[in-house]
């Protein structure tokens, strides 16, 4: 069964991190591509950022030079470090994996994600 765990959101002030952890079981998960996605109130879930099994990253314009994603295979873990946060950054983020070639597609049901939220 898979499972997918995140944790490390928070509240914080604009212009500071978190960095946010994805437990992943229930699937071979050092082949497969990850991604990070968020769902704001009101709006729909957005892809985020992604990485390839072999460490290959991607991200959404909006996160670009922001944000890091990475991933630790022997942990089966995914990460998302987020630097200069800004309150449209606010947002409940959750990880999954994604399909080969397209990470908007994911394979799984979402995990209860972890919120996040920029406010001074």
């Known amino acids: 069964q898979v499972q997918l765990v995140e944790s490390g959101g928070g509240l914080v002030q604009p212009g500071g991190s978190l960095r946010l952890s994805c437990a992943a079981s229930?699937?071979?998960?050092?082949?497969?591509?990850m991604g990070w996605y968020r769902q704001a109130p009101g709006k729909q879930r957005e892809w985020v950022a992604g990485?390839?099994?072999?460490?290959?990253?991607n991200y959404a314009d909006s996160v670009k030079g922001r944000f890091t994603i990475s991933r630790d295979n022997a942990k089966n873990t995914v990460y998302l470090q987020m630097n200069s946060l800004k309150p449209e950054d606010t947002a409940v983020y959750y990880c999954?994996?994604?399909?080969?070639?397209?990470?908007?597609?994911?394979?799984?049901?979402w995990g209860q994600g972890t919120q996040v939220t920029v406010s001074s």
């Open positions: 229930g699937f071979i998960f050092n082949i497969n591509p």
């Open positions: 999954n994996r994604a399909s080969l070639g397209n990470y908007r597609q994911t394979q799984h049901d």
């Open positions: 990485i390839t099994g072999g460490g290959s990253a």
